[in-house]
Structure formats: C-alpha cells, structure tokens
C-alpha cells in the first residue's frame, strides 16, 4: 500500500513547511515539494496541517477500580484515540500486592493483545518493591521493552508505597536504564481529610476536591524530585496540576536537575467551579482535582518555559451509573473522566487558536516529546523519512461541537458536552493505511501492535 499526500503544511516540533508526502508500507520514504510518485492512493490537503499522530502517554484502558472497570476497553479506547488523532497509547498495568511484575503483565496483555486499533504500550506501575520485584526489573525492560515504572505517593493501602520502597526502585530502575514516574499526592493527608470530611458529613464532590488541596500534590511533588536527585534516577511527573507544585520543578532546575513533567487536558481548560454542581460535579472526579484558574494559568506558562513537557489525558471513564455509586459519599465515585478523543482538537482549539501556545509547541507536547522521553523517537513522533507513517491531517478551520451523541468513548457523557471547538481531525493515517476518514474507521480491531520501547534519557 502507497499513499501520496499532496500540499499540506506539515509541522513537526521544529519545522514548518509546504510539502508532499509519499508513504511506502509502514513508512515515510519521501518528502518534497511536487513529488511524483505512482501511488495506490493520492489525498490533496490542500490548506491543511499534517501532524505526526499523537502519543498519549496517559490512559487507563479496561483498568480495575473501585470494585469496577474503567468502561473504555482496548477495542474501543484506542478507536476513539484514533478518531482524535491520536495512534498510540501508553497505557498502565497495576501491579497487585503480593504478586510479581510478570503476573500483572500477563493480566494486562490477556485484555489487550489483538484487540487495539492504535498502537500501544505499558508502562508498569509498582505497588509492591521487593527482593523479588527488584529481579523482574531487568527483564521488563531489555526483554519487553517496558521501560517506564510508575509509583503512586497516594491510594493509601492499594496503590502507595513507601519513600523506603521508592528509593530502592529508583535505584535498581536507574541502573538498567529506565525512568520512574509518579502519582505525586501525598497519601496520608488525603486520607486524614478524606475521613475528617466524612465524619462531618460533609459527602457532595466538592469535597473531593477538597480532601486533596494544592498542599499535597506540591509535598509529594516536591519529594519525589528530591529523592530522584539523591537516586540520579531520570523522572517524570504525571498529571501535575498546580502552581505548588510546578515550582518544585522550577527549583529543582537550579541545581541543574531535569524533571519531566506531564499535565492534561483538563487542567488547562477545566477548573475547581465544576465541583459546585452538586452531584453533577461528579462528572469530574479525578485524582488529582481540577485546580484554581492561576493553576491553568502557570500550566499554560509552563509549557512555554519548558518546564511542563506534555500533555495527556488520564483517560479512565465510567459510565454515569457507576459514578452513581458515591452519590452520598464523594470517596465512592470512581476517579476518572473521558478525554481521548478530545486531546488533541482541544488543545489546538485552547491553546494554538488562542494563541497560548505556537504550532511547534503544540507537536512537541501532543507527540514528540513523549516519544523522545519514553523511546519510541524517531519512529513515533515526527513527519520524517523513515519514521512510521502515523500522520494526522488536520483542517484548522472547520468548527465543531463536542457531545456524547457524536464521540466514540464508550462512556455515556462527555467532561466537555456543548464546548465549541475550532479545528477538526480529518484523516488518520496509522503506519501508512488511511485509519481514519471522513468519521469513518478504515482499519480492523488488532492492527495496533505493541511498540517495545528503548531505554530512558535525561534530556529530550
């Protein structure tokens, strides 16, 4: 299969060009201006971006919680991730206590494995380090190719685990290569408010908002930084919310540390107010909380001081009737919202429509730096010869409105109903087959393969 796409501007994180594009197989094998070539398939794009697809490195697909799952499994989120332009995913498998690394992947891969549209791959979260964890971690990430661990600093006696186990994470993770991300709330303090609310009867979701104020997530943000220079272990942050704890970061660079961070879709453009909606406010139950409007305002000037690398989503929807089950008490409603198809139209329509942040920002934080910070460039995260043909053509003009009647998640709402958007996907073209067009899906549950992925590093 061939395809040649005519006249689009291409943009990457540091270019901006007029060009053609041919695509032989899986790869891009040409880019000039008027090329010729005897394609099996030309597309004029005309007046349209072409970006390299979206990485999202932040989702919870098919994922255990609360007594549920998240209701957008590997079929149907990774096709909803396309029809936003986005062709790959990087999603989390949760250890449980008591079991190994192995054990949980093998969980994993029995939902995932021949059932993704979009390509995919795991970053293992740890929530039991041990003598017998700390031998799994060579294996994972030279045999696999899961080179990114992930702790959680909260989710007291499920997902947390101690500064000790940390440290000796950090450590073994450093040695083989790898990098170690965090939830960076602190625990402890969430639980203390979360009981101390309960027992005043204090049960609508803004209180889940404020059984975890700005104070907890810069603490542990702020720990987890300063373990990881004592460790010399690469890190990264996911889903930093706050103005607390972005200036943890900033301050880490004064003695020359990298952190790499990630926040989302929501903490840009969604804030606090919505928990005052009462039980409609559960709609955005997520940990962390949505923030104050300063909060959205550093993000937004983080991402341009080069402090906040990425943007993802935290996809982990739950239908409205399992949101349901913490209606008289907030620390019921499962954590999560929908966002995987709007990830990328939203922040072009937030960010690059409104002049928040440029074009090649918007590349950098959507798709390359993830591909770059978690080993997949140059075959992810870039229009490049050579470089897998994930291409998503982009009309800047065409307005639309977000609503569950049109999405594809699986989920029974939408986080963003009613907002008007500027900028629509078009066409998805996912390792050189056309994926998506027109609204219409081209490809067949499976084609996503797993992307093993290549060690970690400490600059981008």
Avoid at 121 to 129: P, R
Avoid at 156 to 167: H, P, S, V
Avoid at 243 to 252: F, P, S, Y
């Amino acid at each position: 299969m061939s395809v040649l796409i005519k006249n689009g501007r291409v943009i990457t994180a540091s270019e901006d060009y007029i060009a053609d594009i041919f695509v032989e197989g899986e790869k891009i094998s040409a880019i000039g201006r008027n090329l010729k070539a005897n394609a099996d398939e030309t597309i004029d794009v005309s007046g349209k971006f072409v970006f390299p697809g979206g990485i999202d490195p932040h989702v919870h697909l098919d994922m255990p919680f609360m007594g549920t799952f998240s209701s957008d499994n590997y079929e149907t989120g990774t096709l909803a991730a396309l029809y936003g332009g986005t062709t790959t995913v990087i999603d989390f498998i949760l250890q449980t206590q008591g079991k190994s690394l192995y054990s949980a992947l093998d969980e994993w891969r029995s939902r995932s494995d021949g059932n993704c549209y979009s390509d995919y791959s795991f970053h293992m979260a740890v929530t039991d380090f041990n003598d017998e964890t700390k031998k799994e971690i060579k294996d994972l990430i030279y045999k696999e190719g899961i080179t990114s661990f992930k702790t959680f600093m909260a989710y007291k006696g499920a997902l947390m685990i101690d500064d000790r186990q940390m440290i000796g994470l950090m450590n073994e993770v450093r040695d083989m290569g790898g990098l170690v991300t965090v939830h960076a709330t602190n625990g402890d303090m969430i639980d203390y408010l979360t009981a101390k609310h309960r027992s005043e009867g204090k049960l609508s979701p803004l209180y889940h908002y404020l059984s975890q104020p700005e104070i907890s997530e810069s603490e542990a943000a702020g720990r987890f930084v300063d373990m990881a220079y004592h460790t010399d272990v690469p890190c990264y942050i996911v889903h930093l919310t706050c103005e607390g704890a972005l200036n943890q970061v900033r301050d880490a660079t004064r003695r020359n540390q990298k952190v790499f961070v990630e926040t989302c879709i929501q903490y840009l453009i969604l804030d606090a107010s919505l928990y005052e909606k009462d039980f409609e406010g559960a709609k955005w139950v997520m940990s962390p909380p949505l923030r104050e409007k300063k909060d959205q305002a550093t993000l937004w000037a983080g991402i341009n001081q080069g402090l906040v690398q990425v943007v993802g989503t935290d996809h982990c929807p739950f239908e409205w009737k399992k949101k349901l089950m913490g209606e008289k008490d907030f620390s019921k409603i499962p954590n999560g919202h929908p966002a995987i198809e709007n990830r990328m139209e939203l922040l072009f329509s937030e960010g690059v429509d409104k002049g928040k942040i440029s074009l090649n920002s918007y590349v950098e934080v959507t798709s390359t730096n993830s591909a770059k910070i978690f080993g997949m460039f140059p075959q992810k995260g870039t229009v490049g010869i050579g470089s897998d043909a994930d291409l998503v053509i982009f009309d800047p003009k065409k307005k639309h409105t977000l609503s569950a009647r049109s999405h594809h998640m699986n989920v029974d709402y939408s986080a963003y109903e009613g907002r008007e958007v500027n900028g629509k996907v078009e066409t998805v073209l996912m390792r050189g087959n056309v994926a998506v067009h027109e609204n219409k899906v081209k490809i067949g549950k499976g084609y996503g393969k797993f992307i093993k992925r290549g060690k970690a590093s400490k600059i981008i």
